[in-house]
């Protein structure tokens, strides 16, 4: 079973419609015509040189002045600086290590602060389910510690050494 549309065909206007509609918009009498000014009060020097003639009013419009810019030929350079990165430092150990600073590049021993990690809270955890009141001895103690290297002189962080 198959189902026709039917479409209307498109809106067409006549020759005749265009024409009317045409001479619709033209105006019925021409515009009036523009005053003439005479020159003939002008000299031919001043016609020459585009003066206007006296008692002529400028139309008070902003002017706007075009002004050449010289051509660069020569693009200016451009200076690129390029640091490295900080080398990866591989310390396992907890305690101060001598090294030589990526940042810095001084030949230090490290300062290591301790910091409460994930080991320290997942203890603290099982502890609090066992027995809440020693829940807290997981972040005092040095070995569930992370801890942190980095450099006395210029501060960067250099390692962590997680628990």
Same mark, same amino acid.
């Given at each position: ?32 015509? %523009? ?20 008692? %002529? ?8 002045? %075009? ?53 320290? %809270? ?42």
């Amino acid at each position: 079973m198959s189902t026709s549309q039917k479409t209307d065909p498109p809106l067409m206007l006549s020759s005749s419609d265009d024409k009317q509609n045409q001479q619709s918009n033209v105006p019925a009498s021409p515009p009036p015509p %523009y005053p003439q000014q005479s020159f003939s009060s002008m000299s031919t020097d001043d016609a020459s040189r585009g003066v206007p003639p006296q008692g %002529y009013a400028e139309p008070s419009q902003p002017q706007v002045v %075009y002004i050449d810019q010289p051509q660069h030929t020569q693009q200016p350079s451009q200076t690129i600086i390029m640091q490295q990165a900080p080398q990866f430092v591989n310390i396992t150990s907890p305690s101060p290590v001598r090294i030589t600073c990526p940042y810095c590049s001084n030949d230090i021993v490290t300062t290591v602060a301790e910091t409460p990690g994930s080991t320290a %809270y997942i203890l603290a955890g099982i502890l609090c389910c066992i027995f809440w009141p020693l829940m807290w001895l997981p972040c005092v103690m040095s070995g569930c510690l992370d801890k942190i290297h980095s450099c006395p002189i210029c501060r960067g962080t250099l390692a962590t050494v997680r628990a």
